[in-house]
């Protein structure tokens, strides 16, 4: 119930929202004016649903919701997404039945989806079967599922959302044809039983409670995968699951409709030493790696990690939790996926949780150069130094820009994908820079992160030695400082832009503008570009 009073709240509070009419029964919605996008590919969903651009009769809000041609999609890779009608006045009606068309969103290996139905404080978790195959999808793909409330004499909402139940489950679905309808003399059904935790990927042993929202509901339960009965073991007390398990439920009542089953998956994965290990492993496997892995840099859900072994891409929702260069994280777990052409592992932490970092010593890129780079570098983190530019490039922090480089008959494209940098170079510009090896349309290049006129990157050679400074991820460090030494940064027109007291040790400074800048520590000065 947290998560579903949650995603109510944050739907009241952020999205748009339509003219607030009431909605009489029986009551439909077919979607039809949201002729934007289609259900064809993954890309074919990507335009949002705007309330006010296109009003949609008798729903109040929505969130993360976009078009596919004639029908809605909810949720993002890392997201929940739902929607809100207008109050229901239900008029006479004793019972209210809530109905809709739905699949998940699909892929290679389709998945189920769940999503909760709610109705003032009842709700009612259903499972969206699979999608019969990977996209295209089309009106042949659907499922049409229900649920049934007792009605409420206050006119009331109703809310349909996703929910993130683990990495076996889909959290974006596509939705068609809601309807909501008198169902007065039709048989309540009992509420679907829930599963705390959900399910997911685990690395130690778990204890399961089952619950239903039915009061007085009788709770009957399988290990196996089959569907359960009213003759499978009756639910009493919380399940202990240390191997790969499928719990399934219904719930029974005493003059209700018996459940919908629900099910709940939990993996347990293998552990790996290192990343070099976890890469040695099959597509699908579900693992830990063990030891440390060290923080290149986190760009939206894209973190970057390295350690003695190898390096990898782990990629989706990290909870939340924010990580820095040189952060120390053990104890990763995830999936282990195959991606792009040329094909590269990465680590699919969807649906799981990440263990918090620990700050430890900078993460140290790969000398290398344009000629030597191959596709087992693929997400890598390396540098170039004294290379030279091709053409005149100016980056932006705004715009995606793409430069290329030479070096001796190597030549390679650099991209600043992430939007770090807001630095212009000029044909035989010599420059030092940092970043990610990765590919695009099997064409190897480099996700920049720093680039620098050559000699003006990292330590400048006018500093004191036991002091280094560097660029990191847009900001100034300064390492080895002493406490009470003063730090100030002037851009190059002499006006200064910070003046602070130094600690010892490691000094970050964050939000000082572009391009070159003067730092001074105690009584030395140096130059850094960023």
Request: net charge neutral; glycine share 8%; charged share 10%.
């Amino acid at each position: 119930m947290k998560k579903i009073t949650f995603l109510m709240v944050a739907i009241a509070a952020t999205m748009m929202t339509s003219v607030n009419a009431q909605i009489n029964l029986p009551y439909s919605q077919d979607f039809s004016a949201l002729t934007a996008g289609n259900m064809t590919s993954t890309g074919g969903s990507g335009t949002a649903v705007d309330l006010t651009a296109t009003p949609l009769t008798g729903i109040a809000a929505v969130d993360k919701a976009y078009q596919a041609g004639g029908v809605i999609r909810f949720g993002t890779s890392s997201a929940v997404g739902g929607i809100t009608t207008n109050t229901v006045n239900v008029g006479t009606a004793t019972q209210i039945k809530v109905s809709f068309k739905a699949v998940p969103w699909t892929a290679a290996t389709p998945k189920p989806a769940k999503v909760v139905v709610t109705y003032g404080t009842a709700s009612q978790e259903i499972e969206l079967s699979a999608a019969p195959s990977n996209f295209p999808l089309d009106a042949t793909s659907f499922t049409t599922y229900s649920a049934t409330f007792t009605a409420n004499t206050t006119p009331t909402a109703v809310n349909i959302a996703s929910i993130s139940a683990g990495s076996t489950y889909e959290i974006r679905f596509f939705m068609d044809d809601l309807a909501i309808t008198d169902a007065s003399g039709s048989t309540l059904k009992v509420a679907t039983p829930t599963f705390s935790p959900d399910g997911g990927s685990f690395t130690a042993p778990v204890s399961v409670s089952i619950n239903c929202t039915t009061p007085g509901a009788t709770i009957y339960y399988t290990l196996n995968g089959n569907d359960p009965t009213t003759s499978s073991t009756v639910y009493s007390t919380a399940i202990q699951v240390s191997t790969t398990t499928t719990i399934k439920a219904i719930a029974t009542a005493n003059g209700m409709d018996n459940s919908s089953v629900g099910s709940a998956v939990y993996v347990f994965g293998q552990s790996a030493p290192n990343i070099a290990a976890f890469i040695a492993l099959a597509d699908n496997t579900v693992a830990t790696i063990t030891g440390p892995a060290t923080v290149v840099t986190q760009q939206t859900t894209n973190l970057f990690v390295q350690d003695d072994s190898g390096w990898l891409l782990v990629y989706g929702n990290a909870g939340g939790k924010t990580f820095h260069n040189g952060d120390q994280i053990t104890g990763i777990t995830g999936k282990r996926l195959s991606f792009g052409t040329p094909s590269y592992p990465e680590m699919d932490i969807t649906g799981m949780t990440i263990p918090d970092g620990v700050a430890g010593s900078p993460a140290v890129a790969a000398i290398m150069t344009p000629a030597t780079i191959t596709n087992n570098d693929i997400n890598r983190y390396v540098a170039f130094n004294n290379v030279q530019i091709a053409a005149n490039v100016t980056f932006s922090t705004t715009t995606a820009i793409d430069g290329t480089i030479v070096n001796g008959t190597g030549t390679m494209i650099i991209r600043d994908n992430y939007k770090l940098l807001s630095s212009s170079f000029v044909a035989g510009d010599m420059v030092d820079l940092k970043g990610i090896v990765r590919s695009y349309n099997s064409v190897l290049q480099i996700y920049l992160l720093e680039i620098a006129l050559h000699g003006t990157a990292n330590v400048d050679n006018n500093l004191n030695k036991s002091i280094k400074i560097y660029a990191n991820n847009g900001n100034i460090v300064i390492d080895n400082a002493k406490a009470g030494q003063r730090v100030e940064v002037y851009n190059v027109a002499g006006q200064l832009l910070v003046s602070q007291i130094a600690t010892d040790g490691k000094n970050t400074i964050s939000t000082v503008g572009k391009g070159m800048l003067i730092v001074r520590c105690g009584d030395k000065t140096g130059k850094i570009v960023l």
